[in-house]
């Protein structure tokens, strides 16, 4: 049955408290938009388009260009025809059509559930306990931004004050040449904790990728290599085991990856893109429709200040 809705869409802007530092860049602002759908009986549900562009996700004036063409008002099969190049939009409307249910996600939020990034900023060792008592056991760092050796050293410093149940996630962004991700590698293989090493080289090495991940202990992830539902086919059929990380925000259709994840029974992280509450529900709940057990790529409310 197709359901007539009526649109209100505002943006938002989040400043990072401590801007993110990746390979990418610098990243000091979050800015995306909210999306409210009100159906004839005046029943109102949000969604959040949080475009992420070098991911390859339409902008977000291109979001907003989007939005302002609709002039208000949209059918549930209009939102099915949104184009594959408005990703971030498909996600966004296609998920503000469905209902709130609170239950579910405070169930889910468990910080042992949550992978917590830390900042490199601060001090390791005492960030890492803080969290841990807090109830974190996986945590995340971001490498390829300064030389090897600091960054082994680090990763060392963490590994030592894990507790026996805490996971190690490492994340290149792409960035390591294959030497370096061999030594990465090579390193890995000695430490039972680390949980994954995540896009050591850029997608266009997926051959390489491969070779990593059926050459080392050390599971790869794909993150940047899987940024939408075509590529994430592409690096199946060719062969890719690994882990896939999913940013369900950037992903396009929900129902179209919800499908995709339970026939090909994917090992899947379900990852945030600094998302509002809003996004983040929508991202929870259909997480709790795909079977996967590693913890999700949130916890991350202390990146800002509201
Ligand atoms: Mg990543």
Redesign the pocket.
């Known amino acids: 049955m197709e359901i007539q809705y009526r649109l209100n869409f505002e943006v938002y802007r989040r400043p990072f408290r401590t801007p993110l530092k990746?390979h990418h860049g610098l990243w000091s602002v979050r800015e995306g938009l909210i999306v409210s759908l009100t159906d004839a009986l005046g029943n109102t549900t949000r969604g959040e388009i949080a475009p992420l562009p070098w991911f390859g996700t339409e902008t977000l004036a291109e979001a907003i260009a989007f939005c302002s063409d609709i002039s208000g008002h949209l059918s549930s099969r209009k939102i099915q025809q949104i184009p594959n190049h408005l990703p971030a939009c498909q996600f966004g409307f296609e998920t503000a059509t469905w209902p709130v249910n609170p239950e579910l996600l405070s169930s889910i939020l468990n910080p042992e559930k949550c992978c917590q990034l830390l900042t490199p900023q601060v001090e390791m060792q005492s960030q890492v306990l803080t969290f841990i008592k807090q109830g974190f056991r996986t945590f995340k760092l971001k490498i390829a931004v300064h030389n090897f050796t600091d960054e082994l050293e680090c990763c060392e410093q963490i590994l030592a004050i894990l507790p026996p149940d805490g996971k190690l996630r490492l994340?290149a962004?792409g960035g390591l040449s294959l030497e370096l991700a061999k030594r990465w590698g090579e390193w890995g293989d000695r430490q039972p904790q680390l949980e994954f090493l995540?896009?050591p080289l850029s997608p266009e090495n997926f051959t390489q990728l491969l070779w990593l991940q059926n050459n080392f202990q050390t599971t790869i992830?794909l993150?940047?290599s899987v940024t939408n539902l075509e590529n994430l086919v592409a690096c199946y059929e060719q062969g890719w085991r690994g882990v896939f990380?999913i940013k369900a925000a950037i992903a396009g259709f929900p129902h179209r990856l919800k499908e995709l994840c339970n026939t090909l029974d994917l090992d899947v992280v379900f990852?945030t893109v600094f998302e509002t509450v809003v996004g983040r529900n929508a991202l929870l709940h259909l997480a709790s429709e795909v079977r996967h057990d590693r913890a999700f790529?949130m916890g991350g409310s202390h990146w800002f200040n509201d």
């Open positions: 990746t994340d962004n995540e896009q992830a993150d940047e990380v990852s790529g």
